[in-house]
Each structure stands twice: as C-alpha cells, then as structure tokens.
C-alpha cells in the first residue's frame, strides 16, 4: 500500500552498522523506531551500497510505503574526503575504500532501484546528527544550535537558521576537537594528540581520548585509590571512571568536573565566534541508559556555570544548555532533514 506522501529518506553509514530513517514532507518524523542492517564494509563498496538500499527497502516496507513515495535521500558518513561525495584515507575501512565515490555508487543503485532519477545529498555524519538535534530543540525557530558530543573522541557541529550544517569550504569545518584549550585556565598540560597537533587540543580534556593523561596526573593524588594498585588496562581503568564518578568516588568525580570546566571554556570560546541560542550535549555522557540523572545534571551545571562566566552580557540568559535527545537515531533522521530542507531551494 501506498500513501502517495512525500517521505524524505536518511542513511545514516556506521561502521558495522548502517541506520535509516526518515521524515516527511513537513519535517515530522516517519518513525522513531530503529532500523539497522549490517554496512558490511569487510565484503567492498558494492555490498555497501548494496546494504544501504536493502535496509531502505525494508524501512519502506515496515512503514507502509514505497521506493515511488521517497523524494530524497540523505547519506551521513564519517570522513575523510578527498572532496564532496568522495572518500579519503579512513583507518576504520578496507584500503578498497580509499578514494571511493559514494555519492556516484549511491545515486546510481537509487535509480536503479527506484526506476528515476533520486536527488542525494551526503555530509560528515556529526554535522548530520546535529541537524537531527537542532529540528528537535529549536522546533518551527530559526534559533542556531551548537551541538557537542564528547565521547571516545569530540563530535561538534553548528546548525545554522536555515537548519543545515556549518560545513567549510573543504568540509573539515567545524573540526572543533583539535582547536587548543585555554590550559592556563584549566591548570593543565599540553599533551600530544592523535591529530599530530600538541598545543593541547580540546579533545584531551573532555573525551575518553585524553582521560589515560589526566587519570595518570589525578592518581598522584590519591596514592591510596584502588585503581593505582588496579593491574587493569588503562584502557579499563578509564572506561570504569564513568560508574565511579557515578558511585561518588572523589578521584573520579574531580576527572568529570574537570571535563564539564573544559567543556565551558570550549563552548564559551565557540559562542565568541558562533553566538547560538542553543547547546545541545550528547555523547556517552549523556547517555540515559548508561548515566544518572544526578550525574547527567552536575556536568550540564558545571558547563554551564564556567561558560556563562566568559560570555557577553546578552548571551548568559539566552544560551541555553540540554542534553540531546535523539540518541542513535540522530545522524539518520539528520540526513532524511537534510534532504528535505535541500529539496525546498
Ligand atoms: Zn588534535
């Protein structure tokens, strides 16, 4: 059955697991409900695609509607590029995908499949979700949106009035993990990143990236602190300071405060440049599943109290700092966004 309404479709191509979703015509979401299937980049490009389309059919299919119905596609996918819809040199793929076409590949296993020609547009899969966060708390406003998620590494995006993505001319704008922290402020060292870059990268002292340092540098404080002893990883002993700080674990607790200061410094410093209305915080820190809502509540406090103490008088009332709220499905339903507020120029 058909509905003969307009559905604007996203793909959202992780690296084991590639996400659809959509909206219609009016922005509203098709389905909150999350699809997967498997990106199988181990098999090639062509099973990639090949993946993509399948899992779009069956979404088709799962919610009444049909390949006539799709009006647009968006792709999200993680970069580097060599230029718009071309891949470069990605660590988390076979070297088969180096230099990659997928915006060719893509548009044409659409057309194919849907038997016309399918208007795509594809972006960085960050920048994406953030279109997907922006629509849900700015609504029918043309009100910006900052978006950061820190987790293993710093996700940021800006969303401006029209809805879409601050990109840049060669689409590494809005890089804003490896732009420097203020360390005089935060009373920290300049550690070295995996960017190459070593004048102490935002990234190392609010994500999982630089929490090895700053645990090593914090424990000298706590001789008596079980993980100085601990013969774990430490790479186990970081991904464990999450359910520490939230057991009240001082040395843990002081590591996540540090972060929420580092995060208001960087916002602070991106509001100089970018002045939104809104801050949306994702992550693994945000995460209601894996997070208390005391914990979630101490870290958007903090972040908020140290960037209002750096902003100009007309933005600390207006600057508003929630958490996100679209979770895995954020990059799908982005690039479904994207594509319709693409199709309406
Ligand atoms: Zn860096």
Known sequence: MSTNQQVFIGTDCGATMSKVGGVWADGTTVSTKLHQRATNSQQGPLAVVTSWVEAVTEYLGQNDLTWADVSSVGLAIPGPYLRYGVLGHSANLPTVFDGWDFYTAYSQALAEKAGRAVPLVVGNDGAFGGVGEA????????????????????????????????????????????????????????????????????????????????????????????????????KDKVLSLRGLAQKGDPLAVELFDFQARAMGLHIASLAMALDPTFVVIGGGLMDPENTTEEFRERYLRIVGETARAHLWPVQRDRITIVPSTLGELSQAIGAALVALYRSRR
């Open 135 to 234: 629509q849900r708390v700015r609504g029918d406003s043309t009100d910006s949106v900052l978006m950061l998620a820190p987790g293993s590494g710093l996700g940021s995006a800006f969303i401006d009035a029209d809805g879409l993505p601050l990109q840049g001319d060669t689409l590494a704008g809005m890089e804003t993990a490896h732009m420097p922290a203020p360390l005089h402020l935060l009373g920290a060292k300049p550690y070295k990143c995996g960017c190459g870059r070593s004048w102490g990268c935002v990234e190392l002292y609010t994500t999982l990236a630089g929490l090895p340092y700053l645990l090593e540098e914090k424990l000298a404080g706590y001789p008596g602190h079980p993980l100085a002893s601990s013969k774990e990883t430490t």
